[in-house]
């Protein structure tokens, strides 16, 4: 690795992907990591994040497949995520942490967009409207098969008793979907979004991960 990442300027990087795809193992080591280079780490994740926003994830994550029509499942994500912001996440970059979260807001232009037929123009207004230009500066991707990932979240349901399965149990159709979805939102983002094959060891995705972070955000740091 290169010198140490510089404290005290703050970055926004997000992990995305489907169910099963590592993305909270993934988000914990590389604040891991950055940790060890000298940088001040704030973790979080969506829905959630902050106490207004948590109480909404129970509402999304919990109950049948059909508990929320679209529409109101990406209000309920918003009101969330303007919580979240306002809260936790602005505050954090403005006082120079590096900001990791598990999900922001291209998992909604995924999930609720091309899962379950949100027009991708109102949502992308709806963004505007509540939080305006914002955007991670750097979003990671991990890539795996739709199967592959809902396996590994039955093997992980089984062990942690979790009630957070909603998703989880809507169709291999759907889940499908979020895989092309995602693919199409880093072709059309490639400057932002990168994605890596997250099918191999835990640790050669980590370093990875770390790797594009190094090479996409260290390089225009001071000093």
Do not use: C
Request: aromatic share 6%; no cysteine.
């Amino acid at each position: 690795m290169a010198k140490p990442l510089n404290a005290g300027h703050g970055r926004f990087v997000t992990f995305e992907g489907g169910e099963g795809a590592g993305k909270s193992t993934q988000v914990r080591l590389l604040a891991t990591a950055l940790r060890e280079a000298g940088i001040q780490v704030t973790v979080t994740r969506e829905p959630g994040g902050s106490p207004g926003a948590e109480d909404i994830r129970g509402l999304l994550v919990t109950g049948e497949p059909g508990r929320w029509e679209p529409v109101s499942e990406a209000l309920l994500l918003y009101a969330a995520r303007r919580d979240h912001w306002v809260r936790l996440i602005e505050p954090a970059l403005k006082r120079g942490d590096w900001v990791i979260s598990d999900r922001f807001a291209d998992s909604t232009l995924v999930y609720q967009g091309v899962g379950r037929g949100v027009e991708r123009a109102w949502l992308d207004q709806l963004h505007r409207l509540v939080l305006g230009d914002v955007a991670p500066d750097l979003t990671v991707l991990l890539d795996l098969p739709a199967e592959t990932g809902l396996a590994r979240t039955r093997t992980r349901d089984q062990a942690s008793a979790t009630e957070e399965t909603r998703f989880e149990r809507m169709t291999l159709d759907f889940h499908q979907s979020l895989r092309r979805g995602f693919a199409e939102l880093a072709a059309g983002d490639p400057a932002r979004i990168v994605s890596l094959d997250a099918s191999g060891a835990v640790d050669e995705v980590a370093k990875a991960a770390l790797d594009v972070v190094w090479t996409k955000l260290a390089k225009d740091l001071p000093g």
